[in-house]
């Protein structure tokens, strides 16, 4: 079937053109009611010339000019009423200046990412590997931008993968802005451990959140060697959790045992006494602001 291929070119960019099939068009036109006609061939060229657009000679057929150059960043038309946009947007955008307005904008990116850009970011789910990937690029990405501002993080997980909540963990501890976490729902097995595992002073939960801790949990088969294996590094996970948990509320390291050995709920108030977070929020005004620290005495 024969084809021709129209080069087109506006604002000095080369666009790839269009493949008119002739047989197919005329099939088309004559089956399809359209709002308009192309018009016979001496009259596009007459129109054409009219309007100030050259005969293109390397084209194969003819009937079919390159528009010329204009400012306005338009495909010309047989019609003066029909443009076809280069650009998302048109006048000063499209020109690299003043970028969309901030309602235009939001319709473009997700909710997640207008946080994001206030340093929120979100623990949501179960945790995986997945999950760890993409916390762990948001705080090393946060911690590039401004090492000095705080990072916020929503917990509200039923916990999951002892490795991946770890490499949240230490990914936490190892950028420089501090962390800020605040329990949202629920906060069990590794995802209390991350709620936990915030700046001291800035651990907060809402009034009617829950958290839970308890010890891990996993399984094995295959030979005994292989089971021993398994069992060992459970304990390894176990004896490496209960560690940082009494580090991080206060407690002795027996009573974090014997708390773990079963799951262990705590309301929000449970929570703060037990040492897990800092405070509740109760006043949105006052929320996620620092606790002020007591002073130490002059010596």
């Known amino acids: 079937m024969e084809s021709t291929v129209m080069p087109l070119r506006s604002n000095n960019l080369w666009k790839t053109s269009l493949a008119v099939e002739k047989k197919l068009y005329h099939q088309l036109s004559a089956r399809s009611p359209l709002s308009f006609r192309m018009p016979p061939s001496k009259s596009r060229v007459r129109l054409a010339t009219n309007s100030g657009l050259t005969p293109c000679a390397s084209l194969r057929s003819e009937g079919f000019w390159s528009p010329s150059s204009n400012a306005t960043g338009q495909i010309w038309s047989i019609r003066n009423d029909l443009e076809v946009p280069t650009s998302l947007y048109t006048g000063p955008y499209a020109q690299g200046g003043q970028g969309p307005p901030p309602m235009l904008q939001e319709r473009f990116q997700s ?54 909540g770890m490499a949240i963990f230490d990914t936490m ?74 580090y991080h509320t206060g407690q002795p390291l027996e009573k974090i045992v014997q708390d773990t050995d079963r799951d262990f709920f705590m309301s929000a108030k449970e929570a703060k006494e037990y040492g897990l977070i800092d405070a509740v929020i109760s006043n949105p005004l006052k929320a996620l602001q620092p606790l002020p620290q007591p002073v130490a005495a002059a010596p």
């Open 111 to 164: 909710v997640i990412s207008q946080l994001f850009q206030h340093r929120i970011i979100r623990c949501g789910g179960a945790v995986d590997d997945d999950m760890a990937n993409l916390i762990v690029a948001q705080l090393l990405y946060l911690d590039a931008v401004d090492p000095n501002r705080d990072i916020i993080m929503y917990v509200n997980s039923p916990g999951g993968s002892v490795t991946a």
């Open 173 to 246: 501890r190892h950028i420089r802005p501090d962390v800020s976490t605040v329990c949202v729902g629920l906060a069990a097995s590794m995802g209390a451990f991350l709620l936990s595992g915030g700046t001291k002073g800035k651990r907060y939960s809402l009034p009617n959140s829950r958290i839970m801790i308890h010890q891990p949990l996993g399984g094995a088969q295959g030979q005994q060697t292989d089971i021993e294996i398994q069992a060992n590094e459970i304990l390894h996970h176990k004896a490496n959790l209960n560690g940082y948990l009494s």
